[in-house]
């Protein structure tokens, strides 16, 4: 049977072995993500009832990607993607299954859950700039645009299955399981890592040790508009508008009178919309800084508007929508920046996205957390959509100037120039 075009196109990068892999690993792995995710901010809400202690779990939590992410994006390019991952993975599930045991116990405390999520922060500072990176030792670059976004959506379809099953386990056997449950998880991307066929991977030279390489990629990324735009962009609608672990929680408890099925209910809500969103970036052929800004705006307007949503219905359904929308404008952004990135730089660059995308919630989680509280969830919701159209408006200018720009040197040099977006 003949499939459609955008089909092959959004599904490209599955037929590369080693990615495949990955890719069956990962949506476990991160539908447990999910589901502690979901655990934990319901256990600082029954610990404090304070959307200010969930903001600041939060905060605690992506703190480290504010502070250490560039230095994880060094050591990304000093060492072995791979070996890294396994280091990282084990790591994860260690400190998973300490705060599982606790809640078990019952003997956890507020504090020991801020220890722990800093703990996994440290974690993901160096874990996250080496899985981006990965992913394009695992494919070519004609497959990365839909590597990214089919990452992204194996993200949002974890964010269905991991808040579904945390609903359930939550309101049968407590909190502590979903803990457990996504400590065990990890193992299935060390699996996936262990039968990967090393000699297909477009493995990277390392980067030898030496002084000063922070700077160089700090140098680097401000030299380079192609690159410097989109981290900013991220770095302000990360700080404002991709805080949904903090308000979501808020605006079920406190908008709608809901409990964590409500809340796991909203966020099912989104990654379904993104899994949706995601194949449809996935299947593009425009480059992805031409729709960047557009999409963002796309995003913002969204968030807005859900912000107005008179019911519970209409929430979840407009909540799909901004899952698709908010997937976009992120699969477009890794791989704008991965495209336009030097190979001996992309580690870097991508610890300063990770620092731009959750590196910002330890300032916008408590704003955004004491917003809700205080004032109402629905405005730290609406704040969010509207910083995002601002990020979109201004950046436009300046990526439709890029565009114009390669235009301009791929006409002139003729048929044989690369545009790099």
């Not at 979903?178 to 990890?186: D, K, Q």
């Not at 404008?329 to 990770?354: C, D, I, K, Y």
């Amino acid at each position: 049977m003949n499939r459609p075009p955008w089909v092959n196109r959004a599904f490209s990068a599955l037929t590369i072995r080693n990615f495949r892999l990955y890719f069956i690993g990962q949506t476990l792995s991160v539908s447990g993500t999910w589901m502690q995710r979901i655990a934990q901010s319901w256990l600082v809400l029954e610990l404090t009832g304070s959307g200010t202690a969930v903001g600041l779990v939060t905060a605690v939590q992506f703190l480290p990607m504010l502070l250490l992410a560039p230095l994880g994006g060094v050591v990304a390019d000093r060492f072995d993607k791979r070996q890294l991952l396994f280091i990282t993975q084990i790591a994860a599930a260690v400190l998973a299954t300490a705060l599982g045991l606790l809640v078990v116990s019952d003997l956890v405390e507020l504090w020991m859950v801020y220890v722990l999520a800093g703990s996994l922060g440290l974690v993901a500072s160096v874990d996250n700039p080496t899985r981006q990176t990965f992913v394009l030792e695992m494919v070519d670059r004609d497959h990365l645009t839909s590597a990214v976004s089919l990452n992204s959506v194996l993200v949002n379809l974890a964010r269905v299955l991991g808040p579904a099953a945390a609903g359930v386990l939550i309101v049968t056997v407590g909190l502590g399981p979903c803990f457990l449950v996504n400590a065990s998880t990890y193992f299935a991307v060390i699996v996936a890592l262990l039968i990967m066929r090393t000699s297909e991977l477009h493995t990277i030279e390392p980067q030898g040790r030496r002084a000063g390489q922070l700077r160089e990629g700090l140098r680097y990324v401000r030299s380079t508009p192609a690159v410097l735009t989109p981290l900013v962009m991220m770095a302000v609608i990360g700080m404002f508008a991709y805080e949904f672990q903090v308000i979501l929680p808020l605006l079920a408890k406190f908008t709608f009178g809901g409990d964590a099925g409500t809340y796991a209910t909203m966020t099912a809500c989104m990654g379904g919309g993104a899994v949706v969103g995601g194949l449809v970036t996935a299947s593009r052929r425009t480059r992805p800084a031409v729709a960047l800004s557009r999409t963002a705006a796309l995003f913002g307007v969204t968030q807005l508007l859900t912000s107005f949503a008179p019911t519970l219905a209409i929430t979840f359904v407009a909540m799909a929508v901004l899952g698709a929308t908010s997937i976009g404008f992120l699969a477009l952004g890794n791989a704008t920046l991965q495209l336009a990135s030097e190979p001996n730089m992309r580690g870097r660059v991508m610890g300063l996205w990770a620092m731009a995308f959750l590196g910002s919630t330890p300032i916008g989680g408590p704003i955004i957390g004491w917003i809700g509280e205080h004032i109402g969830p629905r405005y730290g919701l609406g704040l969010g959509g509207l910083a995002t159209i601002l990020a979109a408006a201004l950046a436009y200018p300046r990526l439709a100037a890029m565009v114009s720009t390669q235009d301009h040197t791929a006409r002139s040099e003729g048929p044989t120039a690369k545009l790099g977006t």
